[in-house]
C-alpha cells in the first residue's frame, strides 16, 4: 500500500512540476509588466516634480525657462546619484549663488553651488564650473563626500560645506521651504540639525 501512495506522490509532483512552472511562465510577463509600469511611474513622477521645481526657480528666481528646466534635471540627477534629498541642493544653490550660473564668490567660490577650486583639485580639474550640469554634479560629489566623512550627519556636512553652525541651519530652513514641491512621496528629508558647534 505505501508502495502505491508512494508511486501515486511521484506521478502527481511529477505532473505537479510543469504545471507549477507554466503557472510561474506565465505570471513572469506580469510581473515584468508590473515592474515597467512602477519603473514608467516613477519616471514620470520624477518629470513632473522636475517640472514644478523649473516652473518654482523661473518664477521665484527669475531664470529663464529653459535654464531653470536644466538646472531641475541636474539636481534631480545629481540627488538620486549621490542619495541627497533635492531641496537640499536647491537650498544650497538658492543661497550660495541665487540660481546664477556665473556667480563669483570668495576664494574662487565659482558658480551655482559656489565651488572653490582650490579646495577641490582632483574633482574640479578641467570642469567648467560656470556650466549648471557640472556645477551640480562637483558640489553634489562634494557635499556627499562630507556627508560620508560625518558618518551620515547632514548638518555636520553642511557645517564643512560652507564653514559654519549657522550656514547649516540657514540650508537646513531653506530645504524645509523647497521639500513641499516634492509631495509626500518623494524623499525630500532635510533632517540637518547638527551635532555640535
Known amino acids: 500500500m505505501s508502495r502505491l501512495l508512494w508511486l501515486a506522490a ?54 529663464a525657462r529653459a535654464k531653470a528646466e536644466q538646472i531641475s534635471a541636474a539636481v534631480m540627477s545629481a540627488a538620486s546619484k549621490y542619495s541627497l534629498p533635492p531641496a537640499l541642493l536647491l537650498a544650497i544653490i538658492s543661497v550660495e549663488s541665487r540660481f546664477k550660473e556665473k556667480a563669483r564668490g570668495a576664494n574662487g567660490a565659482t558658480g551655482l553651488m ?29 557635499l556627499h563626500g562630507y556627508v560620508q566623512s560625518a558618518r551620515g550627519d547632514v548638518g555636520a556636512a553642511l557645517k564643512s560645506y560652507g564653514g559654519s553652525k549657522a550656514y547649516a541651519e540657514k540650508i537646513s530652513l531653506r530645504a524645509k521651504a523647497f521639500a513641499p514641491q516634492f509631495g509626500s512621496g518623494t524623499d525630500a528629508g532635510t533632517n540637518t540639525e547638527t551635532t555640535g558647534d
Open 114 to 142: 559656489q565651488v572653490v577650486p582650490a579646495a577641490h583639485k582632483q574633482l574640479v580639474r578641467n570642469i567648467d564650473l560656470t556650466e549648471a550640469t557640472a556645477n551640480i554634479e562637483a558640489g553634489s560629489a562634494i
Open 10 to 63: 511521484l506521478t502527481f509532483g511529477a505532473t505537479l512540476g510543469p504545471m507549477q512552472g507554466a503557472v510561474a511562465q506565465e505570471r513572469a510577463p506580469e510581473a515584468a509588466q508590473q515592474d515597467a509600469a512602477a519603473s514608467d511611474a516613477t519616471v514620470e513622477a520624477t518629470h513632473q516634480v522636475s517640472q514644478l521645481i523649473s516652473q518654482l526657480i523661473s518664477q521665484k528666481f527669475g531664470v
